[in-house]
């Protein structure tokens, strides 16, 4: 069974810094696209940051570029999101996703999501 | 940017009503088109990929239709299970939801 568990959401000051993980499960992790998609509360889907299944090409929305940084370890089948100088419009329930890339793409399988809150 | 435009907003249903919910993309996208269902919540869920196959597991009332900038997501006979918050994507060039549509009682 396929499974992706997020962790490291909390509580962080604007300005400062927060790492999220995601520990997959259940398929072979390093032949899959990975990437995060946020939630502000109470608003829609917003898709922040990807990275091909070999981690040699990363992708970024224009509104997390230069601030959030993807990456994987395939030793730890774990997908990571650092978030540097985060903002109050940071704030939203952060989840991790596996995409499909064969001919289209698409993200099939979800977390549960991990909640990031940035206020003083 | 490909921007996503979804109608509408919300929608008022009762159980067994056909509803369609249109998308509709700021430049032509091929069949790039992908739509999720989100429960209260929940994590979004796959509904439907390039914009007319139906994910694995997924019942066949929801169906999809589309390409170029005009895309609809139908669901053919609404269920009880199916009241939630439906979501299209783009991934002609990055990654693009749509607003959303908020299925009601």
């Known amino acids: 069974e396929v499974q992706l568990l997020e962790s490291g959401g909390g509580l962080v000051q604007p300005g400062g810094s927060l790492r999220l993980s995601c520990a997959a499960s259940g398929f072979a992790f390093t032949s899959y696209a990975m990437a995060w998609v946020r939630q502000a509360p109470g608003k829609g889907l917003e898709w922040v940051s990807v990275i091909r299944g070999s981690g040699d090409s990363t992708f970024y929305a224009d509104s997390v570029k230069g601030r959030f940084t993807i990456s994987r370890d395939h030793s730890k089948n774990t997908l990571h999101l650092q978030m540097n100088s985060l903002r109050a419009e940071d704030t939203a329930v952060y989840y991790c996703?596996?995409?499909?890339?064969?001919?289209?793409?698409?993200?099939?399988?979800w977390g549960q999501g991990t909640l990031v809150t940035v206020s003083s | 940017d490909v921007q996503m435009t979804q109608s509408p907003s919300s929608l008022s249903a009762s159980v067994g009503d056909r509803v369609t919910i249109t998308c509709r993309a700021s430049?032509?996208?091929?069949?790039?088109v992908n739509w999720y269902q989100q429960k209260p919540g929940k994590a979004p869920q796959l509904l439907i990929y390039a914009a007319s196959n139906l994910h694995s597991g997924v019942p066949s009332r929801f169906s999809g239709s589309g390409s170029g900038t005009d895309f609809t997501l139908t669901i053919s006979s609404l269920q009880p299970e199916d009241f939630a918050t439906y979501y299209c994507?783009?991934?002609?060039?990055?990654?693009?939801f749509g607003q959303g549509t908020k299925v009601e009682i």
């Open positions: 430049q032509r996208i091929s069949n790039y």
């Open positions: 996703v596996r995409e499909q890339q064969l001919a289209q793409f698409y993200f099939d399988c």
């Open positions: 994507q783009q991934t002609y060039s990055s990654r693009t």
